[in-house]
């Protein structure tokens, strides 16, 4: 059974920092992070594809600033956040599991969702 558990959200003020965690269980392959701002549809935040290839994938909203990674012993994923900005308020999610032929930015894609970490950024 995968089950996906996400930490570390808060608030923090513009141009601060935060790192997401998701403890993973059950589950080796393709992660990824989407958030969702109320009233907004979930948008995809970063991804990567773990076991050999270990890709990454990015939006452009998040390049430069935000990192995604895995331990060694890839059970948790995490998202490094620098240079907060209030429009990256949102409910952070982690995904697992992508259907084939999937694509990394389509939430309804995966397969395993966490129940998310909120993040506040303000101004």
């Known amino acids: 059974q995968v089950q996906l558990v996400e930490s570390g959200g808060g608030s923090v003020q513009a141009g601060g920092s935060l790192r997401l965690s998701c403890v993973v269980s059950g589950y080796t392959g393709f992660l990824g992070w989407f958030r969702q701002a109320p009233g907004k549809e979930r948008e995809a935040v970063a991804a990567?594809?773990?076991?050999?290839?270990?890709?990454?994938y990015y939006a452009d909203s998040v390049k430069g600033r935000f990192t995604i990674s895995q331990d060694n012993a890839q059970n948790t994923l995490y998202l490094q956040m620098v240079s907060l900005k209030p429009e990256d308020t949102a409910m952070y999610y982690c995904?697992?599991?992508?259907?084939?032929?999937?694509?990394?930015?389509?939430?309804?894609?995966?397969?395993?969702w966490g129940q998310g970490t909120q993040v506040t950024v303000s101004s």
């Open positions: 990567i594809r773990t076991r050999i290839y270990r890709n990454l």
């Open positions: 995904a697992a599991d992508l259907v084939a032929n999937g694509l990394w930015y389509i939430p309804h894609h995966y397969k395993y």
